[in-house]
């Protein structure tokens, strides 16, 4: 079965004024659409049926060579795009709370030290690509940030949080200015989500 758009939880304008409606509408029904379409074309071409975005993502050593960046690229997108939509909402920002705020803490040293360190990864990312918070394989507590569609489940990371950073995701309300689109990023983050997959992670 072909994988498909997800839908977003919210409307199109439910984050204005940090995400504008034109560009969250054009970013899932033209960006997120794209990468659905080819990546559902990549994997017909490379012979793979009946697995999970996860599963896929996960073994992509076992994708013939010759097939494996389409469904990397792809794969990545579909999956990194899917991610993003659910860190945010419109009942978002303020500070997470419970464990996952004590995990910050301990971790970075406050929540501001952690925004601190999360926004300069994201403003510091060369190129196209994302920042993220994700348990690593020692399961503990990281930014870090990927290139292009490369998704930190291939690298046996669990993503809590992540910011797209490619250009299409805020220019056409902040331009250039990636620093403000991050600012406001936070705004908007469903920290519920984001405790209720550090809880998960942790079990």
């Known amino acids: 079965m072909a994988f498909e758009l997800p839908a977003l939880s919210y409307a199109y304008d439910a984050l204005e ?19 659905t379409t080819k990546f559902n074309e990549a994997l017909q071409a490379a012979g793979i049926e009946g697995k999970s975005v996860i599963e896929i993502l996960t073994s992509l050593d076992s994708i013939p060579a010759d097939k494996r960046t389409p469904v990397i690229n792809h ?15 419109p009942n978002g920002g303020g500070q997470p709370k419970g464990d996952l705020a004590a995990a910050l803490d301990q971790r970075f040293g406050s929540f501001d030290a952690f925004k601190e360190a999360f926004s300069a990864k994201a403003a510091g990312h060369f190129g196209s690509g994302w920042a993220w918070l994700v348990l690593d394989q020692a399961g503990e507590l990281q930014i870090t940030d ?17 910011i797209d950073v490619w ?31 550090f809880a998960q992670a942790k079990k």
């Open 17 to 35: 004024p940090y995400y504008d409606r034109e560009t969250l509408e054009i970013h899932h029904s033209k960006h997120h659409q794209t990468y």
């Open 75 to 89: 794969g990545g997108g579909y999956y990194n795009h899917a991610f993003f939509w659910e860190c945010m909402g």
């Open 146 to 162: 990927t290139h292009d569609q490369v998704s930190p489940v291939s690298l046996g990371h669990v993503p809590l949080l992540t």
């Open 167 to 197: 250009e299409h995701a805020y220019y056409l309300k902040y331009r250039n200015a990636r620093p403000e689109w991050i600012k406001a990023f936070f705004e908007v983050i469903n920290w519920d989500g984001v405790s209720q997959r």
